[in-house]
Nanobody, 122 residues
């Protein structure tokens, strides 16, 4: 069983910063990518940022230059540093890990965290 535990959400004023963390544990043999999605009320879940095992990163256009994704491979933990936050960043943020529980590294699965609320408001 694979578990993802998120932390770091909360209430912040516009222009402020937050750092989200997500630790993956359990029966996972290899991790190929980790990342974050978010879902605002009444909207579809959208990709925020991803980072691969080779440290390649990808960001949604709406967060480029403001958010930074990073990972600690030794701890199987992914981070999302969010700066210059805007009210439109308000959402539930979900972390995910793409990997395999098998030594063969196939097939791969997406595992999801429970979500953490980020609210940007004055």
């Amino acid at each position: 069983q694979v578990q993802l535990v998120e932390s770091g959400g909360g209430l912040v004023q516009p222009g402020g910063s937050l750092r989200l963390s997500c630790a993956t544990s359990g029966s996972i043999f290899s991790i190929v990518a980790m990342g974050w999605h978010r879902q605002a009320p009444g909207q579809q879940r959208e990709l925020v940022a991803t980072i691969t095992s080779g440290d390649s990163t990808n960001y949604a256009d709406s967060v480029k230059g403001r958010f930074t994704i990073s990972r600690d491979n030794a701890k199987n933990t992914v981070y999302l540093q969010m700066n210059s936050l805007k009210p439109e960043d308000t959402a539930v943020y979900y972390c995910y890990t793409r990997g395999s529980p098998w030594p063969s590294k196939k097939p791969e699965y997406d595992y999801w965290g429970q979500g953490t609320q980020v609210t940007v408001s004055s």
